[in-house]
């Protein structure tokens, strides 16, 4: 056994044990700074932490194949030829830094969204510059820097001393051939099975490896963040190129699809979901067709308004409306992101690209909207910064007929941040541009929020609003991760009751309906005046306040159905009276649903692989993006995670025949939606 005293062993065996602990280190970091599980000691935190290490020490050892090859060679003595010392050293050393910068971009994309990085970072690169000053103005860029620099310096020192401590000293012995060989056996088998990462791997006939699915096995997508390694998940979801849609799973699924949406001419060959509604009853009786103003909230989500419950009331301008409005208690967005939003707000059709968001497919940019259903109406898209970013104005100027592009190049207010003029000086310069329209003319108008995102600028102009300095402790209890957060959230409220003054004074509010919906939700700490459901599943991201505003012609009353974003044009579409062609996946909410209880798609984990589902007021169905490992949950229980499909197998199977045939069935819309070029 005297190849277990060879100085090369040590070392390479020393080098993996360094890369571990440095890759634990980062772990523990994520788990303490980063992750919002509840308690560390939860049996299921336990095993996904250790099934991350599991895969960090695949990662290590990866790094480690390129300098045991080179030690291998027998003309290659690393403790004579310094010049390959330095090499190697070179090597690790860019290797640690780069994975250092890497995690630091994983800390800062799940603070931002609730994922790990993956493929789908890569839309940031085309809005380089606007990403740029958003971590900018955001972060301590410097200190990351210098704590980035430090960490590196502080890994080349211990590689420094493990080299003195086993390539530096004397050999004892020289090992023969044979003890060599055996020992370099014995080393690769350990090494064989450390990368396949599970016990099942001793099945060598079909050995299968670790894969990240394996992380999510709770069902907990909070948990399953904790046990993936961020490089080796941007890996896989990278070097895989998914197809934009699947005829066949659609087909499959047509019928029920079919069935949901009121196809009445079927044609599941060519998979038809195109539709007509005529003039409806229950549509606004008035001389004049109403305008209609939708208002996007950026980055609220339910747990901030106090109509939810919030404790600390930052929303009393919502809950008047809520109180005196159409008020939709369990309205959600089916995807998290902005230009996911403006997609699905305008198209009808939910963004389940996989990689890029919709937006940034040139292909699909053309879309049909049933915003041109609206007959006469002028046509509005107003946001304070940039409408390139996202590409969303190629979905714009391609999509909506005559529509009238506003963005921060029209605006006379100074910008205050990377999102351009603050919310308080865009609602004063639109509803000018609104209230010096014709009055005897209607108008469609879309406004798009930026203010209640970071880096949470508070404008020294803002008409007397005064932020709170409340402990943080405090805010994080009701749901906001700083108390900047919270405060942003009380602006973007104190802006929306300026709005509705400015448009008094401009003189449409009587005439218009008013919309009012979040995007997303952001990453939040705690939320225990919300049911557990939401934060144990996930749901806290794509619920979201729905608001439908029209005093006039609107009696106040609350729909306790699921409702979702596709939903709204339809919807608006109806009270304001005319008819139109559906090629989307929403319904006017007034007319009855056909499945009884209404039904929202939703993707619940972004990325190549994702993690679907579909929603209503009581459950919620989850499975893979292929229809595999479908579970069932009680929104309403304290223990949501169970499945309880066994319980309730009627319902179980109805979720799971209609998300995984509505998600099919978005996928192939997102082209078939396409309009033709005139």
Do not use: C
């Not at 949406?261 to 539709?275: K, T």
């Not at 798609?601 to 692989?609: H, M």
């Amino acid at each position: 056994m005297s190849w277990l005293k060879s100085r090369r062993l040590h070392y390479l065996v020393g080098l993996t044990a360094l890369l571990l602990v440095l890759f634990a280190a980062l772990r523990g970091l994520f788990l303490l700074g980063f992750s919002a599980v509840e308690s560390i000691s939860d049996p299921d935190v336990l095993r996904t932490l250790g099934i991350g290490l599991r895969f960090d020490l695949r990662l290590a050892l990866l790094l480690m194949l390129p300098v045991g090859l080179l030690l291998a060679l027998p003309k290659l003595r690393l403790a004579r030829f310094r010049s390959v010392r330095w090499l190697l050293r070179g090597y690790l050393l860019l290797a640690v830094a780069a994975l250092g910068l890497l995690y630091i971009i994983d800390f800062g994309h799940y603070a931002y969204l609730g994922v790990r990085l993956n493929a789908t970072v890569l839309r940031f690169a085309d809005d380089a510059q606007i990403s740029a000053d958003m971590l900018w103005q955001t972060y301590p860029v410097l200190w990351i820097t210098l704590a980035w620099l430090a960490g590196v310096a502080l890994w080349a020192w211990a590689l420094l001393r493990l080299e003195r401590a086993t390539l530096d000293r004397p050999q004892a012995q020289r090992v023969g051939v044979l003890p060599a060989l055996g020992g370099a056996a014995v080393v690769g088998v350990l090494v064989f099975f450390g990368l396949l990462g599970r016990a099942s791997a001793l099945n060598l006939e079909n050995p299968v490896p670790l894969r990240w699915s394996d992380a999510f096995y709770s069902g907990n997508s909070q948990i399953g963040a904790l046990g993936i390694n961020p490089a080796l998940f941007l890996f896989d979801t990278l070097k895989l190129e998914p197809s934009a849609f699947d005829e066949t799973a659609t087909r499959e699924h047509y019928e029920v699809v079919a069935d949901y949406l009121g196809v009445s001419e079927r044609d599941a060959q060519g998979l038809n979901f195109f539709r007509q509604q005529p003039l409806q009853a229950h549509r606004i009786q008035t001389e004049r067709q109403p305008n209609v103003v939708f208002v996007m909230l950026e980055s609220l989500g339910t747990s901030a308004v106090g109509a939810y419950g919030n404790p600390l009331n930052p929303t009393p301008n919502l809950d008047r409306l809520a109180r005196e409005s159409w008020f939709f208690r369990h309205f959600y967005v089916p995807v998290t992101g902005t230009a996911k939003t403006v997609w699905a707000s305008i198209t009808g059709i939910p963004d389940v690209s996989r990689q890029e968001t919709a937006t940034r497919n040139p292909l699909i940019a053309r879309q049909r909207t049933l915003i041109n259903a609206l007959p006469g109406y002028e046509k509005f898209y107003m946001i304070g910064g940039n409408a390139g970013w996202a590409n969303i104005n190629a979905l714009i100027r391609q999509s909506i007929d005559g529509v009238q592009l506003y963005e921060e190049r029209h605006w006379q207010s100074p910008q205050v941040d990377v999102w351009g003029i603050s919310d308080l000086d865009f609602f004063k310069e639109s509803t000018r541009i609104l209230g010096a329209l014709p009055k005897d003319k209607p108008f469609f108008a879309y406004l798009q929020t930026s203010g209640n995102h970071r880096p949470f600028t508070i404008p020294k102009d803002n008409d007397g609003f005064e932020a709170l300095d409340l402990p943080l402790e405090q805010v994080q209890q009701a749901g906001s991760r700083s108390v900047e957060q919270y405060n942003a959230v009380r602006l973007l409220d104190f802006n929306i009751g300026r709005l509705m003054e400015l448009a008094k004074e401009q003189g449409f509010y009587d005439d218009t309906i008013f919309v009012f919906f979040g995007d997303h939700n952001t990453r939040i700490s705690q939320i225990p005046h919300m049911a557990p459901a939401f934060e144990q599943l996930g749901l806290e991201s794509n619920n979201v306040p729905l608001l439908i505003h029209a005093p006039k012609w609107l009696a106040p009353r609350e729909f306790d159905a699921a409702v979702g974003l596709a939903d709204l044009l339809p919807t608006v579409a109806g009270l304001v009276g005319v008819p139109f062609d559906n090629g989307g996946l929403g319904r006017d909410l007034q007319r009855p649903a056909p499945e009884g209880e209404r039904v929202v798609p939703l993707v619940l984990q972004e990325g190549t692989f994702p993690v679907i589902g579909a929603v209503t007021r009581d459950f919620l169905v989850q499975m893979q993006h292929d229809g595999s490992s479908p579970t069932l949950h009680d929104l309403h229980s304290p223990t949501p995670r169970d499945n309880v499909a066994e319980q309730h197998p009627q319902e179980f199977q109805r979720l799971l025949a209609l998300s995984r045939g509505l998600h099919e069935a978005a996928r192939l819309q997102m082209y078939r939606n396409v309009q033709a070029e005139e």
